[in-house]
């Protein structure tokens, strides 16, 4: 069985970073693409970001562009979140998840993720 786990989140004040981290077990991880997802109480789930298995095709949600990035690293397993001017309503939980490769040019539009993590907290004060 594929696992996800999430690090890194935690609290920080306005305008600041903070880099979370998706480890994943097993070999495969190279084959998958990857998304990272929010959600806090009362909300809906929230796509972030997602990265392509080989890395050579990103896409942010448009109010996080330039604030977000989703580099990953193959060699170690993981995908990263890099958020950064962070503000309060920022403040959720987040997912990262793993689904099949795809090769439409809008794959990202109907990407499926059959492997979630359990979530970190991010929490940002006014």
């Known amino acids: 069985q594929v696992q996800l786990v999430e690090s890194g989140g935690g609290l920080v004040q306005a305008g600041g970073s903070l880099r979370l981290s998706c480890a994943a077990s097993?070999?495969?991880?190279?084959?998958?693409?990857m998304g990272w997802f929010r959600q806090g109480p009362g909300k809906e789930r929230e796509f972030l970001a997602a990265?392509?298995?080989?890395?050579?095709?990103?896409h942010y949600k448009d109010s996080v562009k330039g604030r977000f990035t989703i580099p990953r690293d193959n060699a170690k397993n993981t995908v990263y979140l890099q958020m950064n001017s962070l503000q309060p309503e920022d403040t959720d939980v987040y997912y990262c998840?793993?689904?099949?490769?795809?090769?439409?040019?809008?794959?990202?539009?109907?990407?499926?993720?059959?492997?979630w993590g359990q979530g970190t907290q991010v929490t940002v004060s006014s």
């Open positions: 097993g070999r495969t991880f190279s084959s998958y693409n």
């Open positions: 998840a793993g689904g099949p490769p795809a090769y439409d040019p809008n794959w990202y539009r109907n990407q499926r993720y059959d492997y």
């Open positions: 990265i392509r298995w080989s890395g050579d095709s990103t």
